[in-house]
């Protein structure tokens, strides 16, 4: 039997995530997982330091909270995690890893052992984030071919079923509306034959389904408050347990008019009942936000709603009717939910791993995707007339990858020995406002550089948005040495101790 590398693509959600392969026709297919589900709650309990992941820990949230990790993908790019668990302060991506480890052995045990396997991110992610996913495929023992973003995972999935991968003649601009349990993003992409390409993307990656189940919790923990003078949301083993009940009764709002959340604490019980009408109206700022950014996309990519074919559904929380009224009304069309919402993405992913493997197998491309980054990347400098710092933006959002930025530093005095360049993602021009990425440090300047030598140093987006960046000096031979130190980043002998406790596997060698 000839050993076929499995083509695997992950998506890791908020609150969800799901694996999927290409089956031996090449049909995207997604894996169960040991509990016989086709996703997994993306939620850790601890015990002694070791990490059950799923369903078993989404049930102890009403009973042991302190020892659950829960959205840790919203903290991603965080040094910490928000919350101390069994006294240990845990990096987000070490929490990430521990649920990619459980979906990579549960998959094994169904398509045999693999390492390879593609990873996606919101697009409205920063590089910081990013660079942290790819962190958690290593600690998981993956090694991550890729990392594409979930509105295009979510294209490639909706391409395959509707036949147009592989049709040279098909185009079409849609609207990918993804909004999950923990993050929002909207990308307008152009299909054209086999190329996949951005337009523009925005989003929100502290917007979710999670935001429509705490208004739930407050708005039933405030009449649980006004009936019986104690409030459930003082205990964290209470509130756990009414989120489930919130979470629960959303659903089914979903389908029906009314839902009932039972609340009980400190011996105390009740059931309220709860209205779609009111829960809509609880809730219409978080969908109007939504409805802004898809609007504000819309302009970026230089489009009217008539140019847009689809509005494609994606993430779980595009169940919500309030979601699909607000998008029925705001583009005049009906929305797509075509797409399985849950898998899509993992489905997508799993795509694009056949694509890169028949790549590497020397075979032609079947499709392209082109992306964009979805933050200026800038520097700081010192205004000169203010003296303040401020951030000079070298690569503006929304420009096509890969891309390449060259901009010439100057030595301020003669003899200078090193340079510093600060590096940010963000919209802003105050540096307080963007997110920190790292900074690139120049340590051994060739002696004797007269002041104002330029030092020139290229900045480099590589297609999955992650960036790379290299010095050199004009016009001399001198060999640059550069440390480009990231914020917030686990360093190397870390991620190696924790892949071997997290997965029992050997390091490999890694970037
Ligand atoms: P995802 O990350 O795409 O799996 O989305 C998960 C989010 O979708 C969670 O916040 C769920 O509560 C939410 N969700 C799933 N199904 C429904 C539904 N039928 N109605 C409302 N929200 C849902």
New binding site residues.
Partial sequence: MSEQIPAVGIDL????S?IAHLSPSGAPVTLMNSEGDR?TPSVALFENGQAIVGKEALKAISTEANSIALCAKRDMGRKVFHQTIENKQYPPEVIEAFILNKLRRDAMGQIGHFTKAVVTVPAYFDEVRRKATQDAGYMAGLDVLDIINEPTAAALAFGFQHGILGQSSAQENILVYD????TFDVTIMRICGNDFTTLATDGDVQL???D??NRLVDYIAEKFVQQFYADPREDVCARGKLWREC?DA??T???RQKAIVSCDYQGLAAKFEVTREEFESMTMDLVDRTRFTAVQTLRAAGLEWSDVSRVLL????S??PMVRDMLRQVSGKEPDASAA??EA?ALGAAIHAGHLLSLSAGNAPSFKIRNVNSHSLGVIGLDPATHLQRVGVLIPRNTKLPVRYRRNFRTQKVNQKNLLVQIVEGESSSPDNCTFIGSCKIPDLPPMLPAGTPVAVTFQYSPDGRLKVSVEIPNTTAAITQEFTRENNLPKHLLDGWRQYISNEPPTDYQ
């Fill in positions: 959600g908020t609150t969800f799901a996703i909004l999950g349990g923990g979710g389904g999670f429509w189940d979470e959303k659903r709002l979903s389908v994606c993430g779980g929380s169940r919500m919402a849950d993405v």
